[in-house]
């Protein structure tokens, strides 16, 4: 079974387009995260959300926004597209202090 | 805010040796340590958490010194699939609800 997936694995956009992509987990963890890999492979933390509690890093645009409608899920919803928001999108999650499981991430290319 | 890991990159014979170190200005909780391969997701090897532990996983370990705020991770013996970016995360605080935060890797290359 999959510990943490995500959908879509591929996603080519334009500019201006808005898109989702989902995450679940199944190990019953209590914080889910979501990260954003550029093309230098520079892993950042973009959110974290921990029951209900959702800690956002400052430097993420507000067109950018987590949904969570259980425990076992974390989606992320981006606004208006834009060029520089491709990357790879990984999603994550742990138990409080634990190792960080992640998915097999979202390779999004905005045209 | 962001661990600084050096070296950026290393080419190494298989059967050799390597460190990669990861070092923080700010006060660490926890260093985490993963290896990402082109294409894949980043694979846990170890946490280690404040109190100057040493870790072992197979040939791979590492050490936390909380004083120095910096964590090294020790590769003997290297194998070809041990090539691959490794990054330490860092978190600052317990709780272990504000994710990680990520060193810029160091990319390790094995020859046979």
């Known amino acids: 079974d999959t510990a943490v997936s995500q959908t879509p694995k591929y996603l080519v956009t334009q500019m201006g387009n808005d898109k989702s992509i989902k995450c679940e987990q199944n190990l019953g963890h209590d914080t889910m995260y979501w990260y954003k890999q550029d093309s230098k492979k520079f892993l950042k933390i973009m959110f974290s959300y921990n029951n209900k509690e959702l800690i956002i890093n400052e430097t993420v645009p507000n067109r950018f926004s987590p949904k969570s409608p259980d425990k076992a899920h974390l989606n992320l919803h981006i606004n208006s597209l834009e060029l520089g928001d491709s990357a790879v999108y990984f999603c994550?999650?742990?138990?409080?202090?634990?190792?960080?499981?992640f998915g097999p991430g979202t390779r999004l290319t905005v045209t | 805010q962001q661990p600084v890991q050096s070296p950026q990159a290393v080419i190494l014979r298989e059967g050799e040796d390597a460190v990669i170190n990861c070092s923080s200005s700010k006060a660490l909780y926890s260093v985490h340590w993963y290896r990402q391969k082109h294409g894949e997701a980043p694979v846990f090897l170890m946490i280690?958490?404040?109190?100057?532990e040493q870790k072992g996983h197979e040939k791979i370990s590492a050490s936390f010194n909380e004083k120095k705020q910096q964590s090294s991770l020790y590769l003997t013996a290297s194998q070809l699939s041990y090539s691959g970016t490794y990054f330490c995360?860092?978190?600052?605080?317990?709780?272990?609800?504000?994710?990680?935060?990520f060193g810029k890797g160091t990319h390790l290359i094995i020859q046979p």
């Open positions: 280690l958490l404040k109190g100057g």
């Open positions: 995360g860092t978190e600052f605080s317990g709780g272990g609800a504000d994710g990680l935060t």
């Open positions: 994550a999650s742990s138990q409080s202090n634990g190792r960080e499981y």
